[in-house]
Structures are given as C-alpha cells and as structure tokens.
C-alpha cells in the first residue's frame, strides 16, 4: 500500500492542506497577495530551534514578502527543558512543534537536516567528531538544491570559539553548501530527485553579543529597518518577533516586544557583490515562464482593483490569474507552491471552511471510525464539490455549495490492517552516530510527517478550474475552559506493551520483577509473552492477570540472572497468529502545541551491580523535571515527592536525605524561599544533595551552608578523563568508586559546574575537555553540623535514566551519606 502519511516532501503542500478554520480579514487577504506576487526566497540556517532571528524572518516574510525558511540543523533534543521532565527525542519532539508554531507566528517556514542534537558542545572540531560532517552537507545542498534560496543566511559566523560548537559548524556547513550545491559531481545521487542550484549570495545576521552591532570597515553588509508597524496586519516585526519567540516554551523563552525603531544587520560572507540591497539582481521568477509578463499584469490588475468591502468581488482577477497559470507547462517546485498558494488566496477570499472530524482521538490498523465531513462556502460564488477520497474509501458528495449553506456527509471508515502507525519519521530507524536514521532522500528536510490519516477533496469552481485539497481527519471537541479543540487523529498499534520501568537493577533490596502491561485496542488476542536477548532460563513469567473490561493482560516477570553488567533485552508479546508487539505508545500533552505521540521500542536495561543501599526514606523536591526519582526507587529507595511547598523542619526530618532537582532554584519560588530551613535541617543532622541549576536567572544566590557561585563551565565529551580523590567519602562510602565507573557515561560530564567555593568544602572531582584546563567545579561537598551537603553540576538526570552503572554508584554514594533509616 502506498504510504498514506504523506509527508510534506514539497513545501507547497504546507500551502494547502490546512483546513480553513477562521475567515480572514480583508487586509489579511491583501497581504497574502502581495506574498503570492513576490517570488524572492531567503534560507536562514542555524542549528537549534530558538537560534533564529525571528524578528529579521517576520521582516523579511511580511515586509519584504519573501518565502523564508528556517533550516535549523537539529531538533534541539540536546538541551534542557523549562516545562516538564522530557529530555532527549522527547524533547525533541517538542521542540520542532514549538518551531511550527513559530512558524506559523511569524510567515516562515521550517526545515530540518537529520542532525541530532548530543548536548552542549565547545567548538565545531568536537561538533565533527560526533555528527558525519560529510552527510550534513549533503543535507545542506540537499535542502538548498530543493528549496532553491535566492540568499542565504546565517545565524552565526564561521569563527571557532565564540558560541557553541553546534552554531559554528551550521555556518561552515552553509558556507560550504553554498560553494558546491551548483556543482553537479557533488552528491550526484540527488539529482534523481532535483537539480543544482546557485544562490546569489551568503551573508552572516551580524550582531555583537551584549549590544548594538557596528559594522566592520571594509565590510560589504544591509541594514534592515525591522521596527516598523506593517499597516495590513496591524502590527510590528518586533511584537511578531516576540509571539514568535514566546511558542519557545520549553526553553523559557517567553519574549516581550521592542518598541520604536530597530535594526537588523546581514553582512556578505560570499556570492555577488552589490550596491544598494541584497536581493540586487534577483530576478522574479514569473519571467522564467512563456506568460510571465502576463502573469504579472493580471497580478497587478487584481492589487490594482482590490475590493476590501465585499472580498468575493476580486474572484474575476484572481481566475484570470489562475487561467494563466494553468496555460504554463513549468513542473518547477517554487511554480508549484504558488499555484497551490493561488488556490489557497482563492478559497480564503471566499470564505471557504472545510473539516474532515472524527469523535475520538485515537485510532489503529483495523479500526472502524465514524467521521463526517463538512464544507462551508458563504459566498455566492458557485463551488461543485465533487469527491472526498484517499486510498482506502471514496466518498462521492457531488453538490453544489454557496449561500452559506454547509454541505454535511457522514463516513464510515474502516483503516486498513496495513495502514502504518503515526511514528515520526525521523525515529522510525535507529540513530547512529548522532544522527537520525532516515533512509528516504525525500524525508530530509521536512520538519513532520503529513496527517496520519487524510481526504483528497475535489473541488470546480464556476468557469471550469479545479483545486484538489488535502484535508486532514481531526479529532475535534468543545472544552469548557478553551472551547472548540481540534488535536490529530493518531493511529497507534492494536496491541500496546508497557513497562513499568526501563532500567531494573539486579542488587539485594532493589526491586526485582519487571511489571508488563499489555492492552489491546481490539478484541483481547491470545498469546504469550517474551523476553528476546535472554535464555528462557534467566527470566520467569508469570501467569497474566486478565482485565476484560479494559482489554488488558498484566504480567510480572522475573529476571534470574545475568551475565554482564549492564544488558538491554526487548520484551515482546506475540500473537498466536504469529504477530509480534514490542511498542509502547508515549503520548506528550501541553496545551501551546499539538498532543503528539510516538512509540518506543520495549527495551530494559538489566544493570548487575554489586551495591550497599540503606532503602532510605528520600524527599525528592522537583525542579524543572526529571525522571531520577523513578530510578532511585527502582533501586529500593522511599522516595517521596515534596511538590507542596512543606519545608518545614520537622517535615524535613522525616527523611535521611533530600534531593533537589534540577534547575529547582531556578523555577521554585518556595522552596527559594526556604533555603534556611533547608540548611538547618542538615544542620541538625540531614543530608541534602542539590543537582545543577543555571546562573540566570537564579531565584536566591544563598544555595548552600557556605558560599559559591555558579558558572557556565562544563564537560561535554562523555568519555573525557576524569581525576579523583577515591578516599573521599562520597567516592568510597559505602561503596569504592573505581575510574572504570567513569566509563559508559552519556552525552556529557556536567554543565553549569561551581566557582569561587568556600574552603569549607571539598571537591574530590577534577575534569577536562579535550584541550581545555581542568575544572574541579563539577561536585562540592561539606560537613556542616551534624549533616552533610553536596551540590552538584554533574548531568545525573541523564546518567541514571540510561542506567549508567558507575553514575548509578557515585549517586548512591551520596544518598548514603545520609545513613540508613
């Protein structure tokens, strides 16, 4: 079967299958023909969400009326998160839906190269170590041959050294796409699919970090005027700009207008030379064609003529545009994307509304699902509407549609057993040498797949012109609070396996049986459940516990033994019919970007570690999120969640230990609040272990017993050398820490390490990057009273989830410097 998750390989799709869920200002209407008649287009290219410029891509998109997209080289699945405790794809994922809203904010468009983002990194030669240098700018000149960019510009320089690696290598990469990208020997294998493509030129978004840009004498750059109010959608580029940049949620970057002038800089790295603009000598594209100059006049006719009080007027022009341009042969994309844009600019001056709905969210392979169908043209312009069919159902509806007069047909759907589930593309396959898996040329650069299930609608408009649209199923429904929500349909697995955790460590007093949930969509299949890595000898299942009303089989398994120390083994169930289930759907809900959901695979790290644990009583007080609670129970700890804001100290002392997580002094105002009582419980005998937070913006600098400060130093090679006082207590008690348990760690060391600490504390740590001085900053620890206090900058909240055993070890350590109960 063909992939019906068409994914939005040509950008014009993006044009044309939304589903005109509000009418348009008038103005509006003007403006998106002024954006039709321009054909200029800027690449902008940096390399996580948030490093764009919004407010020179609002400028550009809305004053200038170019096509600007946003090629940002990764999914920002590297950094942290404000919002909750996603990291990693997960956060990822959210990410690149921040990106679209911005998008959707600011006129842009977004782009994507199969890029990972592996955490923080100091210049591009440690960049290129981790990401293929050479698959990276084939995806540049992929996306640049594709997109076919007039100019192109960078977010920042090509200069080593002064901003994170990731951004410097974004710019070489452009630099040299730029070069080659016309050159047909390089990457031959595209051009099956495109051709090569020139930009005129490449220019750096110059700026100076902690003020106003000055231009560097001898250089050739453009200054931009972005404060200024654009008159048809009633706003200026720097309040666009901060909506913009606002849909950043999970980076915290909620951003609030310039106002008055303002000035953007773009200085010439490579390309032509010019004199007064840097869109000098761009032709417009509607000349390459038989009826450009045509094509142009009717364009101009229709601003000339433009009817602001009763829109449906300005359909006459606007045909007689779109008859010329069905007269033209040309199968260019950026012709493509405007005969698309046209139909779209057609339908909004009408007024047209279309929505493909369904009563439930979620669906799978094999599913009924009931939808209705509805089109709404309240013009008096005459709309046939023909078919609404895909590959799987047609629906002939065959009537005629104005007057305001909505069109309603009922469907019954059946999804085919083949019909593949709603996995975002890029994790479809492993990731390999930080960079995602995607085998289909075709799926580099778009930023998500297209709608998981979808209607092609025909429609003929009076005079004889066609429009096809894509019309995505939603599910749609009326909150009390936020009133009509429309979320995707989402197709998942008809068989659903869930573990209750993903690292079980086999020690004494950890626990030792692996909780299995499996559910079903459908009817309950009979079957079994596996362990697939393991000899059937080293793991007992037991019998399942049946749950008929909620369709679900729960199982327990115990794993008897194992013979490394750390393994990963795949639970599956499989069908009597031969089928085999290993995905867990994951669903991430916040309310500024779309319910999203994505699957993973049914692995556990079995971690064989030889530990001394108390089973202590733990407080744990959340910061900005992170799953290391769960993983300190699996390892048998009491772990208890203080999320009330109870810092009293008798409530402290209920507990041998309290954990801070992370960044909890940089978003918990209560608990900033009561950092004394904090340090007077360890005072009288408690153990506190506070992990990193950033310097800025830090809601109490009174952090400890005794002062400190926090900088931005960190370690970002995860293998780099470690130095250490092993008969420190936190390194030796109760368990000796060896330099092997610095091995296997993930992604980094630490960030946002100490500075400038009292000598009352001990730092039994030293470690380095490659080629950089030591830093003992990562771990300080102290007696202070009766108890004992440690801050630390090291990045636990990745090591433990990955079932890290040496950082699973020193961690432990530090608990237990609290005692038992």
């Avoid at 319910?595 to 910061?623: C, E, H, R, W």
């Amino acid at each position: 079967m063909k992939n019906p998750k068409c994914l939005l390989l040509g950008i014009f799709s993006l044009l044309i299958t939304q589903a005109f869920s509000q009418y348009l200002p008038s103005s509006v209407l003007y403006h998106d023909l002024l954006r039709f008649e321009e054909t200029k287009r800027v690449l902008y290219v940096a390399a996580h969400p948030d490093d764009e410029n919004t407010r020179l891509i609002s400028y550009l998109a809305n004053a200038e009326n170019a096509e600007v997209a946003y090629l940002s080289l990764t999914r920002g699945d590297g950094g942290q998160n404000l919002i909750g405790k996603e990291l990693g794809i997960e956060l990822g994922l959210i990410r690149t839906h921040e990106l679209l809203k911005a998008r959707e904010t600011d006129g842009g468009r977004q782009l994507f190269s199969r890029a990972l983002d592996f955490g923080f990194s100091k210049n591009p030669d440690e960049t290129f170590n981790n990401w293929d240098r050479e698959k990276l700018l084939s995806d540049v000149v992929w996306i640049i041959r594709n997109y076919q960019p007039d100019i192109i510009i960078n977010r920042f320089n090509t200069i080593p050294g002064t901003t994170h690696g990731h951004h410097t290598s974004s710019a070489i990469l452009s630099s040299e796409a730029f070069e080659i990208a016309a050159d047909p020997a390089k990457f031959s294998e595209q051009l099956k699919y495109t051709q090569p493509w020139q930009a005129k030129r490449i220019f750096w978004n110059a700026y100076q970090w902690g003020g106003q840009y000055e231009p560097e004498e001898g250089k050739l750059y453009h200054e931009f005027e972005v404060g200024q109010v654009n008159p048809f959608i009633g706003t200026t580029y720097s309040q666009i700009a901060a909506d913009s940049r606002t849909m950043h949620k999970s980076q915290g970057f909620g951003s609030t207008a310039q106002v008055g002038a303002a000035s953007d800089f773009i200085q010439l790295v490579d390309g032509e030379s010019f004199d007064t603009h840097p869109f000098e000598g761009v032709e417009s594209r509607w000349l390459r064609l038989n009826k450009g100059a045509a094509i142009q006049e009717a364009i101009q006719k229709v601003k000339e003529e433009f009817n602001f009080l009763v829109p449906e007027r300005n359909i006459e022009n606007l045909l007689e545009v779109r008859m010329l341009l069905d007269s033209e042969s040309s199968e260019e994309k950026w012709f493509l994307e405007k005969k698309a844009q046209l139909n779209r600019l057609i339908l909004d001056i009408l007024g047209v509304k279309t929505e493909f709905i369904v009563k439930k969210e979620i669906g799978f392979p094999g599913d009924k699902v009931n939808a209705e169908f509805v089109f709404n043209n309240p013009s008096s312009f005459p709309i046939q509407v023909s078919t609404l069919n895909n590959d799987f159902f047609t629906e002939g509806i065959n009537r005629l549609a104005q007057s305001n007069e909505p069109i309603r047909s009922s469907l019954e759907l059946i999804i085919p057993m083949e019909y593949p589930v709603s996995q975002p593309f890029w994790l479809e396959n492993p990731i390999e040498n930080s960079l995602f898996g995607i085998e289909d040329q075709k799926k580099i650069g778009p930023p998500v797949n297209g709608p998981n299930v979808s209607g092609k609608l025909k429609l003929t408009l009076e005079g004889g012109y066609d429009i096809e649209l894509d019309v995505p199923l939603e599910f749609k429904y009326n909150d009390q609070v936020d009133g009509e929500v429309k979320q995707p349909f989402t197709l998942v697995p008809e068989v659903n396996v869930s573990l209750d955790k993903s690292n079980l460590f086999l020690i004494p007093g950890a626990e030792d049986k692996l909780t299995v949930e499996v559910s079903f969509r459908g009817d309950i299949l009979k079957g079994k459940l596996e362990v697939e890595g393991l000899e059937a000898s080293q793991y007992k299942v037991s019998e399942p516990e049946v749950d008929e009303r909620r369709k679900k089989l729960d199982y327990t398994i115990k794993f008897l033994d194992s013979d490394q120390q750390k393994k990963t083994v795949r639970v599956r169930f499989k069908s009597e019919d031969g089928r085999s289930f290993t995905q867990d759907t994951k669903r991430i809900i916040y309310s500024h970007i779309p319910n999203l959901t994505y699957f993973v695979d049914t692995d556990i790290n079995l971690v064989k570690m030889d530990l001394k644990i108390s089973g202590q009583k733990i407080a744990y007080i959340p910061g900005a999120g992170d799953d290391v609670p769960d993983i300190l129970k699996s390892l048998g700890y009491n772990v208890n969640m203080v999320e009330n804001g109870d810092f009293t100290l008798s409530k402290l002392k209920e507990f041998s230990t309290v954990i801070v997580g992370i960044r909890a002094f940089n978003v918990n105002q209560t608990l900033a609040n009561n950092v004394d009582k904090l340090m007077q419980y360890v005072e009288e005998g408690g153990n506190v272990i506070v992990q990193y937070n950033t310097a800025s913006p830090l809601l109490t600098r009174e952090l400890g017993p005794y002062p400190f400060s926090i900088s931005r130093d960190r370690v970002t090679v995860e293998g780099s050398p470690v130095k250490a006082d092993f008969s420190h207590p936190v390194l030796s008690y109760p368990n000796q820490v060896t330099e092997v348990d610095f091995d296997g760690w993930v992604q980094e060391r630490g960030l946002y390490f100490v500075s400038g600490w009292d000598e009352n504390y001990t730092a039994p740590l030293e470690m380095k990057d490659p080629g950089e001085n030591a830093t003992k900053g990562s771990l300080i620890h102290t007696k202070f009273g009766k108890g004992t206090y440690t801050y630390t900058g090291i990045s636990w909240f990745r090591q433990l989830p990955a079932g890290v055993p040496g950082a699973v070890k020193i961690f432990v350590n530090l608990i237990e410097q609290g005692g038992g109960e």
